[in-house]
């Protein structure tokens, strides 16, 4: 096993023999697409012209990816199940459709009785009923998951994945650009968001794949015709005649969905097929000692690239770059698929057909299976060497795990797993500023493990003026996470603006907003509402920057401001709940607003009925208007939910004595 072990770390490491920048021809005409001047015009214009591959493509897994929620779209089965029960939470869900609009109830019982309720109407579904359809809600443009999903393979309704063991978001897990992505056509993003969105398509489209085609439109329609039988059209990108890795760069820009980082000044939105995807992010997973088997659900790429066929076909193909179409030299994702036709519809002969075209018949001796078992499966190479299992972040789904390999025997005792690094997948030489941005996501975004900062932090040099300049933005977003703001702030000293010169505006943001966050911890109000002004400058839509610069308007006395900057949060999101939690205390303590104070505070109780602060400043606004009694409930509520909330026991405790005077 330990060799094993070795060789498969061994193997990250060999897996880009064939990808070598330096290998790649550069005499190449460029592609039309490439150019930012050329214009996305939206598969009904590809109609025209490829009206079969059209009607085709929409039945398959990327055509059926994302819809508005219908009982068309919906793979799911309605009658007769139980609602989805959140122990952790005690909350149900149920999924019920009103008329042609689905919706989703959350609910809450005492004994047999409703204690609370919220219902939710879905607006989109996505997935493309394969494996999983989710559910998302739109509130002014601004995209959330909701936390029901229902799966497929078993026909059953339960959290999403993420949202199980006590991680229950509710209806608040924000769809960022890189998410939503994925599973559909590029959206449009409102200019200053980050999850609000103007336009939102309805499926992956082909220009996903091809590029932008407004350069082959206007030159088809201007009769410029190429024979692509013996020559390549670079008015569109076709990725079968993009060299072997650029053509699996278009696939694994979705199909290895690990942990991303962006290069300096680059965005989700800027990989166009025909480059390369190092140049505009680097991905990383997880290595972990004795753990070949196990892989993520959208692991496809990153699995069949440790594939022996993969490896010895990919350095065959290699004096072969020059030809028309290398995929046919090598093993590449459409060796096995087409991706214009579905899954469903193609079958395993057309898969085990693929293993014959090098293995043929003369290899079938070669297996060690015995002949009753070969013939039981009807000698399905796929089934054995490319089996279906269960995935390591996505409950209830069984894939096809694209490593073709002679597995091991299941061991019978679960396996400890042992984490080793993190390994970059498509780049063999990321710089050290990827490497330490990688740590930081794997701690925010993954597995809070104090282990992925330390290794973050080895990485980043501040030893001179310079190093801090240079790496600013993970130093002080390292610090953020690490809560040392006093180290944070004496980087933010140094700073003279340069260390920020190649970070997108959302970058810059969020770098002064932590900032921000750094001074207002240390009792530095007026210079944390500066920084977190700068941070909305740049990132006028992000709500929660607005909310955190009004509590510190509030604490410093300009509550004029204040209420303007919350007032503009529930405008844009009348569901943002800390908003309504600050407007209720701002009404109160500043504006003597009882009345608007408990609507505050009941609203938010509405949107989340298990949030303390609001719970005890509820109370508070029940003892003014005598109510003890109530007050005390709501006292004891909080308590419940948050034992060690001293504000909460020493509001409860004054009740007590005053009740006995």
Not at 230 to 236: E, F, G, L, P, T
Not at 448 to 473: H, K, T
Not at 514 to 522: K, P, S
């Amino acid at each position: 096993m330990m060799f094993r072990t070795a060789a498969s770390l061994l193997l990250v490491t060999l897996l880009f023999s064939c990808t070598s920048p330096d290998e790649q021809k550069t005499d190449a005409p460029a592609y039309a697409a490439l150019s930012d001047t050329v214009r996305y015009v939206g598969m009904q214009t590809c109609r025209n012209c490829h009206a079969d591959i059209y009607e085709s493509f929409l039945k398959t897994g990327m055509g059926k990816s994302f819809d508005v929620a219908g009982r068309q779209k919906s793979s799911a089965r309605f009658p007769d199940h139980a609602p989805v029960f959140d122990r952790y939470r005690d909350l149900h869900y149920f999924p019920y459709w009103q008329s042609d609009s689905l919706h989703v109830l959350e609910f809450r019982l005492s004994g047999k009785d409703t204690v609370y309720s919220r219902d939710a109407r879905i607006d989109f579904i996505v997935g493309s009923g394969q494996h999983t359809n989710s559910h998302l809600r739109q509130v002014n443009g601004y995209l959330f998951q909701a936390p029901l999903t229902y799966y497929t393979q078993k026909g059953q309704w339960d959290l999403p994945p993420g949202f199980e063991n006590g991680h229950n978001s509710r209806f608040s897990r924000k769809l960022e650009f890189e998410c939503i992505s994925c599973h559909n056509a590029y959206p449009t993003l409102v200019e200053g968001s980050e999850t609000k969105y103007a336009e939102i398509p309805n499926g992956i489209d082909c220009e996903r794949c091809h590029g932008p085609g407004g350069e082959h439109v206007r030159k088809k329609l201007l009769g410029e015709m190429v024979d692509t039988a013996v020559a390549i059209d670079y008015s569109i990108v076709n990725p079968a005649k993009l060299p072997i890795d650029q053509q699996l760069d278009v696939c694994q820009r979705c199909h290895i969905q690990g942990n991303a980082v962006l290069q300096p000044g680059k965005t989700f939105r800027d990989f166009r097929p025909g480059m390369r995807l190092s140049d505009v992010m680097d991905i990383y997973m997880p290595v972990y000692k004795g753990n070949e088997d196990a892989h993520i659900m959208a692991s496809h790429a990153e699995r069949m690239k440790q594939s022996r066929c993969f490896i010895v076909s990919a350095k065959q193909a290699e004096a072969m770059q020059g030809a028309l179409k290398p995929y046919q030299d090598a093993m590449t994702c459409v060796t096995c698929h087409n991706p214009h036709v579905s899954v469903r519809e193609m079958g395993s002969g057309v898969f085990n057909a693929a293993c014959n075209g090098c293995h043929g018949d003369r290899d079938k001796v070669q297996c060690t299976a015995s002949v009753t078992e070969r013939n039981r499966e009807a000698d399905n190479c796929v089934g054995c060497h490319m089996p279906k299992n269960g995935t390591l972040d996505i409950p209830h789904v069984v894939t096809t795990d694209h490593r073709i390999w002679k597995p091991a025997q299941k061991r019978e005792v679960e396996r400890i797993r042992e984490f080793v690094r993190l390994a970059c997948i498509n780049n063999p030489e990321p710089d050290q500023r990827s490497r330490a941005v990688a740590y930081l996501n794997q701690f925010e975004k993954f597995t809070r493990d104090g282990q992925f900062l330390d290794s973050a932090r080895a990485l980043l040099a501040d030893a001179s003026p310079a190093d801090v300049q240079r790496n600013f933005s993970s130093l002080v977003r390292w610090a953020y996470l690490k809560e040392d703001y006093q180290q944070l702030l004496r980087w933010a000293e140094l700073d003279d603006g340069k260390g920020q010169s190649e970070l997108t505006a959302v970058n810059r943001a969020w770098t002064d907003y932590r900032i921000g966050v750094a001074y207002r911890e240390t009792g530095l109000k007026e210079a944390a509402a500066t920084a977190f002004r700068r941070a909305i400058r740049l990132l006028p839509l992000q709500l929660d920057f607005r909310n955190e610069l009004a509590s510190v308007l509030i604490d410093l006395g300009k509550f004029g401001e204040a209420r303007e900057q919350l007032e503009f949060v529930l405008r844009e999101n009348p569901e943002h709940l800390s908003a309504w939690v600050n407007l209720g205390f701002l009404s109160l303590s500043a504006l003597h607003d009882l009345k608007a104070a408990e609507r505050c505070y009941r609203t938010a109780l509405a949107l989340e009925p298990d949030h303390v602060q609001a719970l005890i400043n509820l109370a508070g606004t029940q003892v003014l208007s005598g109510d003890v009694h109530a007050a005390k409930r709501l006292l004891q509520r909080a308590l419940v939910l948050e034992p060690s909330n001293q504000q909460a026991r020493i509001r409860i405790k004054a009740l007590q004595e005053t009740s006995t005077r």
